[in-house]
């Protein structure tokens, strides 16, 4: 392979990681923040948001792409910490009550996730995004008019004037960074929540554990060829549910740390985003539709949320408003689900074609082959009659 190949293939791997780093180094002199105070950032962002991008690797791996369905799971986190609010359970006890309220939600939801999308084989990202603004719908209906009507609700701080319910934005100050500040180590002058990172360490762990067991191995089988998977006897809706039940329960527990780390809840809309962000992280990462990593999801997190923290000031000092970084985040957000998306298609094609090319020139290798032999032995046997 020559050089000039070996580097459009590495650019193409690579290139929205490339971009991103470019961006983000390009961005800090202008924002004029101290590197200490921008690391202090990525390492708060580490812990707020790694836990959800690591609910994305299984699906990845069952050959699903890219969960957008995980915002079904953020759902469930924001009910579960609707009903500790209202208890008024505090501290990471009402985390774990939220959590305990969640989880069944969230295996419903993950459940009738996995089920349409065995109806939808191939189209799973575009159904999962689609399935998402349904049970939007049907979360809003629920927090909006069950929670105060139907479903009583004891505090009523949180209850809209009208007598039902739940308030645009929910103070979650009793159970705020709760489960950060368990325990809190000071290293070179930085704050690191090490409980947290401790679950986010556990969840890694599991994940590296569960690619081992027997139901992983199905995962990854049925990700590279489920006909094939399928005829070795491994149950290929199934596995595909499973994987998207526990995508979905790992994003209701990664809404609950996020939420907590924030301190309020936007009840209407904290979730829209959710699945959007988790996936423009893990592609900036280096990760594709296909395959992913747990170093992807770090490496993701951190440029990402990099350039969140540095590209509203520079917008600021090189524009004069510091909307222009906040609509910059947007449009870098999906310019990156966009990008990866085409670069993701381009080499899928490009493979495809060079697959092609190699069976026709092995298929004119071996024609060239046998008509040399069959060449040698006419002449032997022309020989031989002489």
């Known amino acids: 392979m020559s050089a000039q190949k070996k580097f459009v293939k590495f650019f193409s791997r690579y290139a929205v990681v490339i971009i991103f780093v470019v961006i983000t180094v390009a961005a800090i002199p202008p924002s004029g923040l101290s590197i200490k105070y921008i690391l202090q950032e990525i390492i708060t962002r580490l812990g707020r948001n790694s836990f959800l991008v690591l609910a994305l690797l299984l699906p990845i791996y069952a050959g699903m792409g890219l969960n957008f369905g995980m915002t079904l799971g953020a759902m469930a986190g924001q009910v579960g910490l609707i009903f500790a609010v209202n208890f008024g359970i505090s501290n990471w006890h009402g985390l774990l009550f939220a959590l305990l309220v969640g989880l069944p939600i969230s295996v419903f939801l993950g459940w009738i996730c996995g089920l349409v999308m065995n109806r939808a084989k191939g189209r799973e990202m575009v159904t999962g995004y689609i399935l998402a603004f349904f049970i939007n719908g049907i979360y809003q209906f629920f927090v909006m008019y069950m929670l105060g009507s139907v479903i009583p609700m004891g505090n009523r701080a949180i209850v809209l004037s009208r007598g039902y319910g739940i308030r645009n934005t929910l103070n979650l100050e009793s159970v705020r960074q709760s489960l950060d500040n368990i325990l ?27 690619k081992r067991t027997k139901l992983g191995q ?10 094939v998977a399928e005829a070795a006897g491994v149950p ?9 039940i526990i995508s979905t329960v790992l994003a ?8 907590q780390n924030m301190g309020n809840l936007a009840t209407y809309n904290a979730h829209d985003q959710t699945g959007f962000f988790a996936v423009a992280a893990i592609l900036v990462g280096g990760a594709s539709v296909t395959h992913a990593s747990i170093a992807n999801v770090f490496i993701g997190v951190t440029l ?31 310019g990156v689900i966009a990008l990866s998306l085409v670069l993701y298609a381009w080499r899928t094609r490009k493979a495809a074609a060079d697959a092609r090319l190699g069976l026709r020139g092995g298929t004119n290798g071996s024609t060239k082959v046998s008509a040399v032999k069959n060449g040698a032995n006419g002449a032997a046997g022309n020989g031989g009659q002489a």
């Open 184 to 210: 809190v180590l000071r290293v070179g002058g930085y704050a690191v929540p090490v409980v947290t990172f401790i679950i986010i360490a556990l969840l890694c762990i599991f994940i590296v554990w569960f």
């Open 218 to 227: 199905d995962m990854r089988a049925v990700g590279q060829d489920m006909v």
């Open 236 to 244: 290929v809706e199934k596995t595909r549910i499973i994987a998207i």
């Open 252 to 259: 209701c527990a990664g809404q609950i740390i996020f939420l």
């Open 304 to 334: 990402l949320h990099s350039m969140f923290v540095v590209s509203p000031l520079a917008g600021q000092k090189l524009f004069g408003s510091a909307m222009i970084g906040e609509y910059f985040r947007q449009f870098i957000g999906y």
